[in-house]
């Protein structure tokens, strides 16, 4: 199968400040790929679908200018998380596919906590 | 909007018993449905997958099952082993155009004694 890679796998950062997590498809070109946040023992929970050259899709109850998308070329997705709170805390994950009705390829994930 | 309720939440069961999962989807125009095997801290791996123009699919000890009618699809494990222990999540492939945004059930942890 396809191989997404995520960057990085653990990150602690403080109160405030931003973080950046790469998702990257490393064998396939992908126009869209999806953020999800996982907190402990609950499901996935999508967060927005990243597009290749415009701008990201937002799932209601998510704050564009907190979580900051930008999908600038066909193998790069990012997102920045702005001002983090320990709220943010959580799990972090993102997917790719070929499109239609086709298996998603999903990063490692990126474990965020912010103290 | 689009919604995927997925009982039990927890299943426990003894070594070569079997193990069903359930799911319901409400959109109706959802048309892949895949079911994800996810251990601690790690990335949802897929364990098999059906698409709305087949009822039944196996691979070995898994089998899934669709019934488009009623919006149900299950995931069936047959003789369990203590490896089979994870959480395992049910998806729909929702929204229109094959966007490819899957919303997940909320999870079954399955555990398997030796």
């Known amino acids: 199968g396809a191989v997404v890679s995520q960057h990085p796998s653990r990150v602690i950062c403080k109160s405030g400040t931003s973080v950046k997590i790469e998702c990257r498809s490393l064998d396939f070109q992908a126009t869209t790929m999806f953020w999800y946040r996982q907190f402990p023992k609950q499901s996935l929970m999508l967060m927005a679908t990243s597009n290749e050259g415009s701008k990201a899709t937002y799932e209601q109850g998510v704050e564009k200018d907190k979580f900051l998308i930008n999908h600038a070329s066909l193998t790069l997705s990012t997102l920045t998380v702005t001002s983090a709170h320990p709220e943010d805390s959580s799990f972090y994950i993102c997917?790719?596919?070929?499109?239609?009705?086709?298996?998603?390829?999903f990063g490692q994930g990126t474990r965020l906590t912010v103290v | 909007g689009e919604n995927v309720e997925q009982h039990p939440s927890t299943l426990s069961v003894q070594e070569g018993d079997s193990a069903v999962i359930k799911c319901t989807y409400s959109d109706s125009a959802s048309n892949y449905f895949p079911w994800y095997k996810q251990e601690l801290g790690k990335r949802p791996q897929l364990i098999i997958d059906i698409r709305s123009n087949v009822g039944e699919k196996k691979d070995q000890r898994i089998a899934v099952t669709l019934n488009k009618t009623a919006k149900h699809f299950s995931l069936h494990i047959t003789e369990t082993q203590p490896e089979d222990s994870a959480v395992y999540f049910c998806a729909a492939l929702g929204g229109s155009g094959n966007t490819g945004k899957l919303i997940f059930g909320q999870g079954t942890t399955l555990q398997v004694k030796p």
């Open positions: 997917s790719a596919s070929y499109g239609g009705l086709t298996e998603a390829f």
